[in-house]
């Protein structure tokens, strides 16, 4: 098993940044941080939607709604996965989830069919 928590989460604006935070852990059998790792969220009334991927090899990629303000990222030693997210914007706003595949370590899917562990979520308000 694995438990990913979400933290940072919280109301800024429009304009603003925050930075998410998941800690990872893994049960017996279990390396969270040899997996791909992910970030998705989903706003009120729409799809869960991914927001970035990375690799074990540190390889990442973006929505396009993102890309140039998000940098996803994660620190192994403390088996935590990061988003910095800047230049925020109302459509930003949604409930944050991060998520792990057991199944890759290089390449990153984009839809969450292949993320078995997923967090509770943390939610971000971005208002002006």
């Known amino acids: 098993q694995v438990n990913l928590v979400e933290s940072g989460g919280g109301s800024v604006q429009i304009g603003g940044s925050l930075k998410l935070s998941c800690t990872a852990s893994?049960?017996?059998?279990?390396?969270?941080?040899?997996?791909?790792m992910a970030w998705f969220r989903r706003a009120p009334g729409k799809e869960r939607e991914m927001v970035a991927t990375?690799?074990?090899?540190?390889?990442?990629t973006y929505a396009e709604s993102v890309e140039g303000r998000f940098t996803v990222s994660r620190n192994n030693d403390v088996s935590t996965l990061y988003l910095e997210m800047e230049s925020l914007k109302s459509e930003d706003s949604a409930t944050y989830y991060c998520?792990?595949?057991?199944?890759?370590?290089?390449?990153?899917?984009?839809?969450?069919?292949?993320?078995?562990?997923w967090g509770q979520g943390t939610q971000v308000t971005v208002s002006s």
């Open positions: 990375i690799n074990n090899y540190g390889g990442t």
């Open positions: 893994g049960g017996p059998g279990y390396s969270p941080m040899n997996y791909c």
């Open positions: 998520a792990a595949d057991p199944s890759s370590g290089y390449y990153c899917e984009r839809t969450e069919k292949p993320y078995h562990f």
